[in-house]
């Protein structure tokens, strides 16, 4: 099955700077790679998400990149914000099917 | 759109008895729904996979006859955990996809937060 690998598991940013958080995957075959957002007590949240055609997306203050060689992809937040603190998980698909393995969730703090 | 609820919110029973959480998809029809728990501070763990119709699919180490799952239609699936105990405290959380192929994005309820005295 897929293995994914986030780090770092905490971030603490002041207001404005940007936050990036890495993960890994294993599955050479996975071509789907979701990024949530879960605040505290509330379900996860899809923020944005890349497929396998394409190196990078953006959507206003957040983008994702992905290397497929290398087989790790990043959440880019810049200009953060206190509304961005929040648990980030990064999943990839598992076993070619729909359902998908999370990362371990980063914990970001934004001090404003 | 897209948009899931489950019921309740959070629930506090004792042990030994059963809890039913229910998971409906609000404007859509959910081809596929997903289980999940969430301990404290932990990553999500697909518990289970129901499409409507059929058996669901457990994951390996989760005991099917203690989480029953019924996927009753194509916007109901329910979660029960049959006999609690306080290590089944945890938060459940379910989602649906629409299309039910690889890559679908999965839209997540808001959790059920279950406390087991």
């Known amino acids: 099955g897929e293995n994914v690998e986030q780090h770092p598991s905490t971030l603490s940013v002041q207001e404005g700077d940007s936050a990036v958080i890495k993960c890994t995957y294993s599955d050479s075959a996975s071509n789907y790679f979701p990024w949530y957002k879960q605040e505290l007590g509330k379900g996860p949240q899809l923020i944005i998400d890349i497929r396998s055609n394409v190196g990078e997306k953006k959507d206003q203050r957040i983008a994702v990149t992905l290397n497929k060689t290398a087989k790790h992809f990043s959440l880019h937040i810049t200009e953060t914000q206190p509304e961005d603190s929040a648990v980030y998980f990064c999943?990839?698909?598992?076993?070619?099917?729909?359902?998908?393995?999370f990362g371990t969730g980063t914990k970001l703090q934004v001090i404003p | 759109g897209a948009v899931v609820s489950q019921h309740p919110s959070r629930v506090i029973c004792k042990s030994g008895t059963s809890v039913k959480i229910e998971c409906r998809s609000l404007d859509f029809q959910a081809t596929t729904m997903f289980w999940y728990r969430q301990f404290p501070k932990q990553s999500l763990m697909l518990m289970a996979t129901?499409?409507?119709?059929?058996?669901?699919?457990?994951e390996q180490g989760v005991e099917k006859d203690k989480f029953l799952i019924n996927h009753a239609s194509l916007t109901l699936s329910t979660l029960t955990v049959t006999s609690a105990h306080p290590e089944d405290s945890s938060f459940y959380i379910c989602?649906?996809?629409?299309?039910?192929?690889?890559?679908?994005?999965?839209?997540f309820g808001p959790g059920t937060r279950l406390t087991v005295l």
């Open positions: 129901s499409n409507e119709g059929s058996k669901a699919t457990y």
């Open positions: 989602s649906a996809t629409i299309f039910g192929t690889p890559g679908d994005e999965q839209f």
């Open positions: 999943a990839a698909p598992s076993g070619g099917y729909q359902k998908v393995t």
